[in-house]
């Protein structure tokens, strides 16, 4: 479904990433984790059309992305929740996650697809009038995670979505997460917390100072000593 080939990304003349070979299938949940300053973020901003890659090419269902304008990435079926979840604050609940369905097929569906993530977020249905600042970190979440689902993206993509919550909201949205995968929507998470993120992923990725250190299934990299130690801080 998604496939990286040598991707190299930097700002101005500082690298950030080089190398970069990565691939996702229809389906998986993968995750990519390494420490702060890795690349993690830049990875996916780019995998999103925020960033452009300065060589190297991105797939995405067969089809060359890489040059692809950033407004379009949404339109063939990506859709990002940010570090930081960046909300509207001023907005509510509603019209933040309605704006992620501008695009005329997830229009078109709006009202179902609004519905199943409040269904998946129960929290939020209460808060629908509500103005996203007035809400928790981790309701903010939620909302970022549901604006992304109103785009009934193919590949969703997270960047750091346990940042700053409490051990028992990041439970919580990471068995949203894994039923969000469960449902059909192939998923790419960047993750700091290691050891969540590797519960739910059925593949990995380690980056480590703009470069693919190691790959493979969580089992294969958690009994590797080296990777433990060095990359996964276990």
């Not at 570090?83 to 992620?100: A, H, K, P, S, W």
């Not at 059909?184 to 739910?200: I, K, M, P, Y």
Request: hydrophobic share 45%.
């Amino acid at each position: 479904m998604l496939e990286v080939h040598d991707l190299q990304v930097a700002y101005g003349a500082a690298p950030a990433l080089w190398g970069v070979n990565l691939s996702l299938q229809r389906g998986e949940l993968l995750c990519v984790v390494g420490p702060n300053g890795a690349g993690k973020t830049t990875l996916i901003h780019t995998l999103a059309g925020v960033l452009r890659a300065r060589a190297g090419r991105i797939e995405f269902d067969g089809q060359d992305i890489t040059s692809l304008a950033p407004h379009r990435f949404c339109s063939v079926g990506i859709a990002i929740v940010p570090e930081g979840r960046r909300l509207f604050t001023q907005m509510t609940v509603q019209e933040n996650l309605e704006i992620g369905s501008l695009l005329p097929a997830a229009k078109a569906r709006r009202q179902q697809t609004l519905e199943s993530v409040l269904v998946m977020f129960p929290a939020l249905r209460p808060k629908l009038r509500q103005a996203a600042g007035e809400l928790s970190g981790g309701q903010q979440q939620m909302v970022a995670i549901g604006r992304a689902l109103m785009a009934c993206p193919k590949l969703l993509l997270l960047d750091e979505p346990s940042l700053g919550l409490s051990p028992l909201i990041v439970t919580e949205l990471f068995d949203a997460i894994s039923r969000v995968h469960a449902e059909g929507t192939s998923v790419l998470l960047v993750e700091q917390n290691v050891g969540t993120a590797l519960r739910v992923a059925s593949r990995a990725y380690v980056l480590e100072e703009g470069r693919i250190a190691a790959e493979g299934t969580p089992g294969d990299l958690l009994a590797r000593d080296q990777i433990r130690r060095a990359y996964l801080g276990l």
